[in-house]
């Protein structure tokens, strides 16, 4: 697709159960990054991938997250025994180049999580 | 430690206004990059300019246009003849490693 495409688009869950999260970034972009947007705040970095190399998971707020990219493309963020302070908005966002600071970050539309 | 303020929660004018929509940065570091991203109600950020810390310039673009000071650590995005379209959530983001971003301003353009 043309653009960061990102599944399922919303998503409730009960607490306790896990869940998985799909971002499809746009094709040939060497980079892939992870954010989580709370309520009315702006994009928090969770987790950076090069390739199929996780360089960075600085941002993950507990070892209930856990992120990976196995080919290089697609990437999948799971979260394991969801709580409800994990409902929010979770990003990803795909670039062309290696993660240098000039690099455009290119958004997908998000996946909107519910924890009941 | 770095940091981007976005004091201004929310905005409302009536269209053709100008408005312009503050963002003050914090780092330590000489090197770094500063962007500005559109968050529509349909929740993708979209990128609108990217600016790095050697590069003083002020840039315009349509109706949009960025005032960047490095003596005041600020990088301000003023939309001149505001339209219904332009309503949306704005961020200013700063990336020195990673790209950290503004609590945002939500801008209402009213016909």
């Known amino acids: 697709g043309a653009g960061v495409s990102q599944s399922p688009r919303y998503k409730v869950a009960k607490r306790g159960q896990d869940v998985a999260l799909r971002c499809d970034p746009i094709s040939g972009h060497v980079s892939l990054f992870w954010y989580q947007q709370a309520l009315g705040q702006g994009p928090e970095f969770l987790t950076y991938?090069?390739?199929?190399?996780?360089?960075?998971k600085s941002g993950l707020p507990s070892d209930r997250f856990f992120a990976e990219r196995p080919e290089g493309s697609v990437s999948t963020l799971k979260i394991q025994r969801t709580q409800q302070e994990d409902s929010a908005v979770y990003l990803c966002?795909?670039?062309?180049?290696?993660?240098?600071?000039?690099?455009?970050?290119?958004f997908g539309a998000g996946t909107r999580l519910s924890v009941l | 430690a770095q940091k981007v303020t976005q004091a201004q929660t929310e905005i409302s004018v009536v269209e053709k206004e100008d408005v312009t929509l503050d963002c003050v940065y914090e780092t330590r570091d000489t090197t770094y990059y500063l962007f500005w991203y559109k968050q529509p109600p349909s929740g993708e950020l979209v990128f609108l300019i990217r600016r790095n810390s050697f590069d003083e310039q002020n840039e315009i673009s349509g109706r949009y246009s960025w005032n960047f000071q490095k003596s005041t650590s600020s990088f301000n995005f003023t939309i001149t003849a505001s339209q219904v379209v332009d309503s949306a959530v704005y961020f200013c983001?700063?990336?020195?490693?990673?790209?950290?971003f503004g609590t945002g301003t939500r801008l209402q353009v009213f016909p």
């Open positions: 983001a700063l990336n020195t490693d990673k790209l950290i």
């Open positions: 966002a795909s670039s062309l180049d290696w993660g240098g600071l000039r690099n455009i970050q290119y």
């Open positions: 991938f090069q390739n199929e190399a996780q360089l960075d």
